[in-house]
C-alpha cells in the first residue's frame, strides 16, 4: 500500500471510546447540525426522471464547480461540509475547462436511457442462415478492426478519469459511460466475427500503431480531440458505412445502434473543444498543432487494407471487376463524406477552418482521382 | 462490507423509494462481490504463495473499514434511522439493531474469505477480535 490512514483505528482509543459512547445511546449528532444549504431537487419532466440537470441546483450544482479547484482534492462529495484531514487524492486535472462541455450532464443521461444489449437486441438468428461467404469474410474483418478501434476507445477514459477531479463528477461518470459504450461495441464486434463462421479476421498493423499514438496523448485535451472528435468522427463514419451497405436487420441494427453511442462520444468531443478554447483561446494554436501531426493516424485506421477492403467488397457485392470499381467509388465517396464532416465539426468546435492546413482534403481528393 | 451495508440500508429504509434505491445498488454490489471472491479463489488456487500478501493487505485494509464502519456520519444515521426516531427507546433500539448488522456484516465478510479459501483469516484478524467484543456486548445487552 502506498497510503496509510493517520491512525491505526483498531489502537485508537478515542475512537473505540467514542463508538462505545454513541453505542450506550449518547449519540453526538454533529452531523445533524451541518451547515449545507437546504435545497431539494426536482424532476422538470417526470417521464425523464430525476436528472442530473435537475439536480444542478446552488452549490450542489455543476454550475457551481469554479475554473480552478485550489481546495478540493478529497473524496468528499460536491457541496458536502469539509472538514480537516480529508486525504488529498493526487488529482492532476483541476482545471474546469480542461474538462468540460456544455451538455456533458445531459449526454451521460443519454447514455444511460439508451443502453442496449448487443446478446439480445442483435437478432443473430437473421445471421445464423447461409449467407453470402464473401460478404461474412468482409464483415468478419470489418469487424476485427472495429473492435480493435473499440479497445482503444475503451481505454482513453480509462487513462485519465482516475487523473480527473472528482468535482467533475458528471463528467467523470460520463467518461465512465463511454467506457462501457466501448465495451459493447468490443462485445458486438467480436460477437458478429464469430457468428459469421469465419472466425476473427487478421490484426492490423497500421491500424494499431495509429490507434497508439492517438492512446498516448500527453494532455487530457489532446486526448479528448484525438479520441472524441478525430478518431470518434471516422468510427461513426465506419459504422455508418457498415450501416449503409448491411442487406440485413442484424448488420444494420449492430452499425446503427453502435454509431448512436460514438455519437455521443463526438457531440461531447465538439462541445469540449468548445468549451475549452473558450476559456482558454491561447491553447487553439497547440490543439491546431496536435491535429497538424496526428491526423496521419485516420487514414492508417479508417484507410487500412484491413478495413478499406472488406468495405469495398461489401459495396461491391462481389469479385468481379466492374463490382470492384463500383466498391471503391463507394468507398472513396465515403472517405470524402467523413474528411468533410470531421473538418466541419473542427470547425463547429472553435478549431477554425482546418482546409488549408489539414493533409485530409487533400488525400480524400487525390483518392476521388 | 458494503454489500450488506446497502443491505440494511434497504431493511431500515423508511420509504419504498429508499428501499428499491438500496436494492438495486445491492444488485451491483453483488456482482462485484462476486467477481472479487472467483478472483482471489483463482489467485490462491494459481498462486498460493500470494496467501501471505494478501494477509498483509488484508490487515491494513480491514483497519479502514473499522475505521469507518464506525465513524460517527455512518453510525448515528443508522441508529436513527433503525430506531425509528430520537428518543430513548428508539435510540436504545437502534442500537441494538445497528450492532447486530454489524456482526452479521463482519461474519459475512468471513464467511466469504472462508468460501475463496482463507478460513484461517478469523484467526489473525483483529476485525474478527473486535466483532467478539461486540457479540459479547450483544450479549451483555
Same mark, same amino acid.
Given at each position: 500500500m502506498s497510503y496509510f490512514a493517520e491512525k491505526d483505528f483498531f489502537e485508537d482509543d478515542q475512537l473505540i471510546q467514542l463508538v462505545t459512547s454513541i453505542l450506550e445511546g449518547n449519540l453526538t449528532l454533529e452531523w445533524y447540525r451541518v451547515d449545507t444549504p437546504r435545497l431539494r431537487a426536482q424532476p422538470a419532466d417526470i417521464r425523464r426522471g430525476l436528472t442530473y440537470d435537475d439536480c444542478n441546483i446552488g452549490a450542489y450544482g455543476y454550475d457551481a464547480i469554479p475554473e480552478f479547484l485550489r481546495n478540493r482534492y478529497s473524496?468528499?462529495?460536491?457541496g458536502s461540509a469539509l472538514v480537516e484531514?480529508?486525504? !488529498?487524492? %493526487?488529482? =492532476?486535472?483541476?482545471?474546469?475547462s480542461d474538462v468540460w462541455a456544455d451538455g456533458v450532464a445531459a449526454l451521460y443521461e443519454e447514455a444511460k436511457a439508451r443502453r442496449w444489449a448487443p446478446a439480445v437486441d442483435v437478432p443473430w438468428k437473421d445471421l445464423a =442462415?447461409?449467407?453470402p461467404p464473401l460478404r461474412e469474410a468482409a464483415m468478419a474483418q470489418a469487424c476485427t478492426l472495429l473492435e480493435e478501434v473499440a479497445l482503444v476507445a475503451m481505454e482513453m477514459p480509462g487513462r485519465w478519469v482516475f487523473s480527473i477531479n472528482q468535482e467533475f463528477l458528471e463528467l467523470k461518470s460520463f467518461l465512465c459511460a463511454q467506457m462501457i459504450d466501448e465495451a459493447r461495441h468490443v462485445e458486438v464486434c467480436r460477437k458478429r466475427a464469430l457468428v459469421s463462421g469465419h472466425g476473427l479476421g487478421r490484426a492490423s498493423v497500421a491500424a494499431e500503431q495509429a490507434l497508439k499514438e492517438l492512446l498516448s496523448a500527453e494532455t487530457y485535451p489532446e486526448a479528448s480531440v484525438a479520441a472524441n472528435l478525430l478518431l470518434g468522427s471516422f468510427a461513426l463514419a465506419m459504422y455508418r458505412g457498415l450501416a449503409a451497405l448491411a442487406d440485413n436487420r442484424g448488420d444494420r441494427l449492430l452499425a446503427t445502434l453502435s454509431m448512436q453511442d460514438v455519437a455521443r462520444s463526438v457531440a461531447y468531443g465538439v462541445a469540449h473543444v468548445r468549451y475549452h478554447l473558450d476559456h482558454q483561446p491561447a491553447r487553439r494554436g497547440a490543439l491546431s498543432e496536435y491535429l497538424d501531426r496526428t491526423e496521419h493516424t485516420v487514414l492508417g485506421i479508417a484507410g487500412s487494407p484491413e478495413f478499406l477492403e472488406p468495405l469495398v467488397l461489401l459495396a461491391a457485392g462481389s469479385r468481379d471487376a466492374a463490382a470492384l470499381a463500383r466498391g471503391a467509388a463507394f468507398a472513396r465517396r465515403w472517405f470524402g463524406r467523413a474528411v468533410d464532416e470531421y473538418l466541419e465539426r473542427c470547425a463547429a468546435a %472553435?478549431? %477554425? !477552418?482546418r482546409r488549408a492546413r489539414s493533409v485530409l482534403p487533400r488525400l480524400a481528393r487525390t483518392l476521388a482521382g | 462490507m458494503v454489500l450488506t451495508l446497502f443491505r440494511f440500508s434497504e431493511y431500515i429504509s423508511p420509504t419504498e423509494g429508499d428501499k428499491k434505491l438500496f436494492r438495486l445498488v445491492m444488485q451491483d454490489e453483488a456482482r462485484h462481490v462476486g467477481y472479487g471472491m472467483q478472483h482471489l479463489k483463482w489467485v490462491l488456487d494459481h498462486f498460493p504463495e500470494k496467501r501471505e500478501l494478501i494477509h498483509h493487505h488484508l490487515d491494513e485494509a480491514e483497519n479502514f473499514v473499522f475505521g469507518g464502519g464506525y465513524a460517527t456520519e455512518v453510525l448515528e444515521p443508522f441508529i436513527i434511522l433503525s430506531g425509528k426516531g430520537l428518543k430513548k427507546e428508539n435510540v436504545q433500539e437502534g442500537i441494538r439493531i445497528t450492532n447486530a448488522f454489524q456482526v452479521k456484516q463482519t461474519e459475512e465478510y468471513f464467511e466469504r474469505l472462508a468460501k475463496c479459501g482463507m478460513p484461517e483469516r478469523r484467526e489473525r484478524s483483529r476485525l474478527w477480535k473486535m466483532l467478539e467484543l461486540n457479540k459479547d456486548a450483544l450479549g451483555a445487552a
Open positions: 473524496m468528499a462529495s460536491r484531514k480529508l486525504p !488529498d487524492l %493526487g488529482y =492532476t486535472i483541476n482545471r474546469r =442462415t447461409e449467407r %472553435g478549431l %477554425g !477552418d | -
